[in-house]
């Protein structure tokens, strides 16, 4: 189950770490959306076909099961980068890059108005934050059963996988020997296959940006 795979996770963490990169998100026990998340996770045990996991069980709401899908991986991938955080420095990584092929910029429209380049830890942390923020705001991520989600929910969303893809892209690619180190390999890779299955499902993700782990994908996704 997911618990016990945060579980098991949690033990690469020194305090510090844990308190960084936590999950922040979690839903209320006896709401629709608890039982969703419940039922999102309840199949992830390892030998299940995770690209049918990922389909809208009939008779549920699609934003609800996307909702809840986005959440999950905002915590998981949290997590994710949690393991090898303390590898991934200014000096390591100074750029938020994928391979030599592929350079990420970081743009708010706030306080970084143009695309800017950024270090790896300082981008994944406004990334990470900018999730956050938007899976915390009510009125893109109602709470409440009932209240509808906004017209333009949909795009919100494929705008934070997009982003939150990268954080595999830089992973994988740049960290990838550690993961492997720390035994963590296999959980991350289950971690992916499912948020691509899902992405994939539900056309969140452009192709384009799905190009720096296209290899490792078709080795991985069958
Ligand atoms: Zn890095």
Redesign the pocket.
């Known amino acids: 189950m997911a618990a016990g795979g945060r579980t098991h996770f949690m033990q690469f963490f020194s305090r510090d770490k844990v308190n960084t990169f936590r999950p922040k998100k979690k839903f209320e026990q006896g709401t629709l959306k608890f039982n969703l998340h419940k039922q999102a996770n309840a199949s992830l045990n390892s030998g299940i076909d995770l690209k049918e996991v990922v389909k809208l069980p009939s008779g549920e709401d699609q934003n609800d099961w996307v909702a809840v899908h986005v959440v999950d991986f905002f915590n998981r991938i949290n997590l994710l980068y949690g393991t090898?955080c303390e590898?991934?420095?200014d000096q390591?990584?100074p750029t938020m890059s994928g391979g030599p092929r592929y350079e990420y910029m970081w743009c708010d429209g706030h306080h970084y108005k143009k695309p800017t380049a950024l270090p790896?830890?300082q981008y994944i942390t406004l990334l990470m934050e900018w999730v956050e923020s938007q899976i915390n705001d009510e009125t893109i991520f109602p709470i409440k059963v009932g209240v509808p989600f906004p017209k333009n929910f949909l795009q919100t969303v494929k705008k934070i996988l997009t982003r939150l893809f990268r954080v595999f892209v830089?992973?994988y690619i740049?960290?990838f020997d550690k993961l492997v180190a720390i035994g963590a390999e296999a959980h991350v890779n289950t971690c992916y296959k499912h948020f691509y299955y899902f992405v994939t499902e539900f056309s969140l993700v452009d192709k384009k940006e799905l190009e720096p782990l296209k290899e490792m994908t078709e080795k991985i996704c069958h």
């Open positions: 090898i590898y991934c420095t390591t990584c790896a830890p830089h992973v740049h960290h």
